[in-house]
């Protein structure tokens, strides 16, 4: 009998069936079927994208992609951007976090273990201290003894320094790579709660701003101002990415950005991109009047500025926006409070657009009709 050739044995070990290889290219062939029917773009960040949805590992992703493209029937390129921000490099921002915690204990364990050394060090001074204090106190010792139990102080006296020395050293030492870590930590952190394309907060941004400010205004039993919540759509936006392609859509949302940071000078107020052409902004201590004044200033601001394409420039004509208002009521919470400025926000699509309308303007509409 001849033995199989090892040529032979290592072919028919790669050509034997791989069942992950398989499933790999047969979630690639229904990814790039998605991509081609729903998606506007075809970039490796769309293709991240479907081929994550295919796999079915990312569910919040995958109810957020289902939710736009039922609204919108396509992904937009500015859709792409947000559902890989915030579900694809948000995981690799949550590694980095983690990694860099790693760091940061370990350099406190380390720490931890000099000063117990530290302690010891101390410690064994203090009894040789106290035992050599004995000798002193004896009136019998001899001259000869006293400087044996000097000599051995000072001596010890020096050990003790220098481990302080050292101590002190790796202290200073540490302190400086605890603060690059917490640096590198508070950027990260930042990084994951900032859109890439407009430089306002996210959607993980938005939404926890807008819980922290209705609980704090609730468990302070309603004194002081309420918060209340603006949400801006851009009209027509998907328009203007038909026409005039998915740049100049992104130059839609960065003027809008713009605008927004323009009129709005509240320091504790959050703006955000929360979806693809939608904004919020979360206004704590603010009544009613105010904030409609406010989104009455952000939609002038944006309907005054003429859209220039940057490539030729050929002016695209004006950007008008949509606004609803709500302002937290006694029984609200965060849902509540953006279900309400949601109704706000399709009560002035309904109303013709480029207006904005609050809550009580919405109640009069409908006792009109």
Known sequence: MWAACPVRRSLRHRMSPDPDRDRSFVLAQRSFELMRDYCACATPRAYAVWYLYVSGTQPLMNDAVKRLTTQNGTLTSADIEGLHDTYIDGRRMAVEVDRMNSSLIAEVEGIMEMIEVSIRSTAQYGESLQALSHDIANTATSRTRLREVVTTIIANTRDVTANNRTLEARMRESRSEIEALRET?????????????????????????????????????????????????????????????????????????????????????????????????????????????????VR????????????????????????????????????????RADACLFAAKRAGRNRTLDETEVENLRDVA
Do not use: C, W
């Open 185 to 297: 930590l508070e950027a990260a952190r930042l990084e994951s709660l900032t859109d890439a394309l407009t430089g306002l907060g996210n959607r993980k941004s938005f939404e926890e701003s807008l819980r922290k400010s209705v609980d704090r205004q609730s468990a302070s039993a309603q004194q002081g101002k309420p918060t209340s919540l603006i949400v801006i759509d851009i009209d027509s936006f998907k328009r203007f990415n038909d026409l005039y392609g998915h740049l100049t859509g992104d130059q839609v949302l960065r003027l809008v950005a713009i605008v927004m940071r323009e009129h709005i000078g509240q320091k504790n107020a959050t703006l955000a991109r929360f979806g693809g052409e939608e904004f919020g902004i979360v206004l704590p201590e603010t009544d009613r009047v105010e904030a409609r004044a406010i989104a009455e200033r």
């Open 300 to 339: 002038i601001g944006v309907t005054g500025r003429e859209l220039v394409k940057r490539s030729t420039g050929e002016s695209l004509g004006k950007v008008t926006v949509s606004l609803g208002v709500a302002t937290q009521r006694e029984d609200d919470n965060a849902v509540s409070l953006l279900e």
